[in-house]
């Protein structure tokens, strides 16, 4: 939905959402954490609710008339080019977000292997020092939110995994990306024909609806 607004042109509905929010999600923590006294639990359901609202809110916006010429309701078309779609995202999913797919385009390999280089091990280094701050000071890190002894001591147990979790995604999350520039034009004849089903409901009828599809898929 968020590229669907920033096609549209209406970045400034999406800081007016966000911005109401985090209002309610203040006034909500307040609430249930300070006041009902529910805490860590209170604050988990709060978040929780928080983001619900946001994609809620910004829903509404979209299917209640703002855009006539971009949404004109839910179709069955929207699943007519599902497999592309599926495909398109595999192949997403181990691309690198660091210009990669340009350059591939541009068939300049030595800039590609380059820039994947640069890319796992700036990633990979800055993960190791976080790994191991967070390994030293595993005890220490919970008197940071917490003053309930039992609470502290149980949550030094996490420290472990939490530190294999900040060495994976160090890596795993730079080797992921999106398809983009020459290179989504060399793989597939017609990058725009893959789109996910809401950006074909949004997309399925009217000059604003081509539009963002095809920025959409620029964007790819």
Request: with cysteine; proline share 3%; charged share 15%.
């Amino acid at each position: 939905m968020q590229k669907f607004y920033q096609a549209q042109s209406r970045v400034w509905v999406m800081t007016l959402i966000s911005g109401a929010v985090v209002g309610a999600h203040a006034l909500l923590s307040w609430l249930v954490v300070a006041r009902l006294g529910r805490g860590i639990v209170g604050a988990a359901i709060v978040g929780n609710v928080s983001w619900w609202l946001m994609n809620a809110a910004q829903f509404v916006y979209i299917v209640g008339g703002s855009f006539p010429e971009a949404w004109t309701g839910f179709s069955r078309k929207a699943f007519a080019s599902l497999g592309g779609f599926i495909k398109l995202s595999l192949a997403s999913a181990v691309m690198l977000c660091v210009r990669v797919a340009n350059e591939l385009g541009a068939k300049h390999p030595k800039a590609v292997r380059f820039s994947v280089v640069v890319a796992v091990i700036t990633s990979a280094a800055i993960g190791l020092i976080l790994t191991l701050v967070t390994l030293v000071a595993r005890k220490q890190l919970p008197r940071l939110f917490t003053g309930d002894n039992l609470l502290a001591r149980e949550t030094t147990k996490l420290g472990y995994l939490l530190a294999a979790t900040i060495s994976l995604n160090s890596i795993q999350p730079v080797l992921s990306g999106n398809l983009g520039g020459d290179a989504a034009r060399h793989d597939f004849a017609d990058p725009h024909s893959f789109r996910d089903p809401l950006q074909d409901q949004m997309g399925e009828r009217g000059y604003a609806g081509r539009r963002a599809v095809a920025s959409l898929g620029r964007k790819r």
